[in-house]
Nanobody, 126 residues
Framework: VQLQASGGGLVQPGGFLRLSCTER????????IGWFRQAPGKEREWVSC????????RYADSIKGRFTISRDNAKYTVYLQMTGLQPEDTAVYYC????????????????????WGQGTQVTISS
């Protein structure tokens, strides 16, 4: 399955953005979509996951309460609504598929560029 992340931009601290992850192809094996991010000089971090099978969502502690993940089934798109953005949220955001949300965090260790695609840049700055 191919995913395309979009919606990034430059916003001031306290602002909001909505990222989109559109499925360009589908495979019955992949029943979850996760968001990840990588800040300059840091390792990739798992952010959130949406389970297509049952609608269950999961969030990393660092963004819990500020970010909301959802899916438009008709558009095959998963959204990451981000509010209360802070400079530490600055990163390239990526989305990736997995069989479930149970162990999706492990994907963060994948280093192949062709797995992650280009991602979408989010910059929080005044």
């Amino acid at each position: 399955v191919q995913l395309q992340a979009s919606g990034g931009g430059l916003v001031q601290p306290g602002g909001f953005l909505r990222l989109s992850c559109t499925e360009r192809g589908r495979h019955p094996r992949y029943r979850a979509i996760g968001w990840f991010r990588q800040a300059p000089g840091k390792e990739r971090e798992w952010v959130s996951c949406f389970s297509i099978s049952d609608g269950i969502t999961r969030y990393a502690d660092s963004i819990k309460g500020r970010f909301t993940i959802s899916r438009d089934n008709a558009k095959y798109t998963v959204y990451l609504q981000m509010t209360g953005l802070q400079p530490e949220d600055t990163a390239v955001y990526y989305c990736a598929p997995d069989e479930s949300c149970d162990y999706i965090e492990v994907l963060r260790t994948i280093t192949r560029d062709d797995f992650w695609g280009q991602g979408t840049q989010v910059t929080i700055s005044s």
